[in-house]
Nanobody
């Protein structure tokens, strides 16, 4: 089993920045794809960004490319999402998820989920 805990959400003005953290325990991320999803009220959960931990390859949803960046700390088994130039439409609950393999963009492919952290961007 793997446990995922997100942190770092909050309220920020448009144009501002936040850094989200996803700490994994129980298993290391080394064999996993670890990703960020978000879900706004009334909307489906959507893929934001992900990383193949062993390969270091990343993927981003088009609307966040150039604004969001994934980084990681292997020693802490922690993934970060650096969010810059935030927009009101980025407002959502952000979730961390992990899986061994599958389509990165499909939520049902993921085996483990965190509890989520709220990000609110005011205009």
């Amino acid at each position: 089993q793997m446990q995922l805990v997100e942190s770092g959400g909050g309220l920020v003005q448009a144009g501002g920045s936040l850094r989200l953290s996803c700490a994994g325990s129980g298993r290391t991320f080394s064999s996993y794809v670890v990703a960020w999803f978000r879900q706004a009220p009334g909307r489906e959960r959507e893929f934001v960004a992900g990383i193949n931990w062993s390969a270091g390859s990343t993927d981003y949803e088009d609307s966040v490319k150039g604004r969001f960046t994934i980084s990681r700390d292997n020693a802490k088994n922690t993934m970060y999402l650096h969010m810059n130039s935030l927009k009101p439409e980025d407002t959502a609950v952000y979730y961390c998820a992990s899986m061994l393999r599958g389509n990165w963009r499909i939520p049902s492919m993921y085996d483990y989920w965190g509890q989520g952290t709220q990000v609110t961007v005011s205009s």
